[in-house]
T-cell receptor, first 114, second 113 residues
Framework: AQTVTQSQPEMSVQEAETVTLSCTYDTSESDYYLFWYKQPPSRQMILVIRQEAYKQQNATENRFSVNFQKAAKSFSLKISDSQLGDAAMYFCSHSGGSNYKLTFGKGTLLTVNP | DVKVTQSSRYLVKRTGEKVFLECVQDMDHENMFWYRQDPGLGLRLIYF???????EKGDIPEGYSVSREKKERFSLILESASTNQTSMYLCASSFPDRNQPQHFGDGTRLSIL
């Protein structure tokens, strides 16, 4: 069975600083993708960034980047220059197996302090 | 932009009622999903559908059923609502490729009294 573990239920960061959210996963698949989703308070869940397992290069989207360590099955999200609008629940997820279902972690609630 | 629309943002029902949650997507996605979101438990997959009239159980299907008569519409049915089904329900859709992200609706906060 595939599992995704987010070990930090809550994190906080000062505005303009950098924060890293941790995620580890377990899978027997060799071909898979990893995603970070963001769910702002009372708003829609949206994709932040995705990583292809066969690519060694870490994905980057503006202020968001990942540290993908395939051997360690680790997929952390780094948010640089944190903004108040980054405050949200962040979910790490893994796609693999049949019919491209996603397995989600339990989420990390990020607070951004002004 | 992809639009996934859930019929209700908030819903209050009584124990024993049959409850229908509707979801419509406008991007011709083959895959559609129903999740339940509870604090401390993350998102748990109830059911998903990979084609019209095709469905597969997720991790927590007990007490739920689904219907997909048209490609754009995926309904979640609580046959006889119980208080432990009070939760946030999220619908999502995607193309059938592993690299494709899922697109989510706004969610339905369902309370069973």
């Amino acid at each position: 069975a595939q599992t995704v573990t987010q070990s930090q239920p809550e994190m906080s960061v000062q505005e303009a600083e950098t924060v890293t959210l941790s995620c580890t996963y377990d899978t027997s698949e060799s071909d898979y993708y990893l995603f970070w989703y963001k769910q702002p308070p009372s708003r829609q869940m949206i994709l932040v960034i995705r990583q292809e397992a066969y690519k060694q290069q870490n994905a980057t989207e503006n202020r968001f980047s990942v540290n993908f360590q395939k051997a360690a099955k680790s997929f952390s999200l780094k948010i640089s220059d944190s903004q108040l609008g980054d405050a949200a629940m962040y979910f790490c997820s893994h796609s693999g197996g049949s019919n491209y279902k996603l397995t989600f972690g339990k989420g990390t609630l990020l607070t951004v302090n002004p | 932009d992809v639009k996934v629309t859930q019929s209700s943002r908030y819903l209050v029902k009584r124990t024993g009622e049959k409850v229908f949650l509707e979801c419509v997507q406008d991007m011709d996605h083959e895959n559609m999903f129903w999740y339940r979101q509870d604090p401390g438990l993350g998102l748990r997959l109830i059911y998903f559908s990979y084609d019209v009239k095709m469905k597969e159980k997720g991790d927590i299907p007990e007490g739920y059923s689904v219907s997909r008569e048209k490609k754009e519409r995926f309904s979640l049915i609580l046959e006889s609502a119980s208080t432990n089904q009070t939760s946030m329900y999220l619908c999502a859709s995607s193309f059938p490729d592993r690299n494709q992200p899922q697109h989510f609706g706004d969610g339905t906060r369902l309370s069973i009294l």
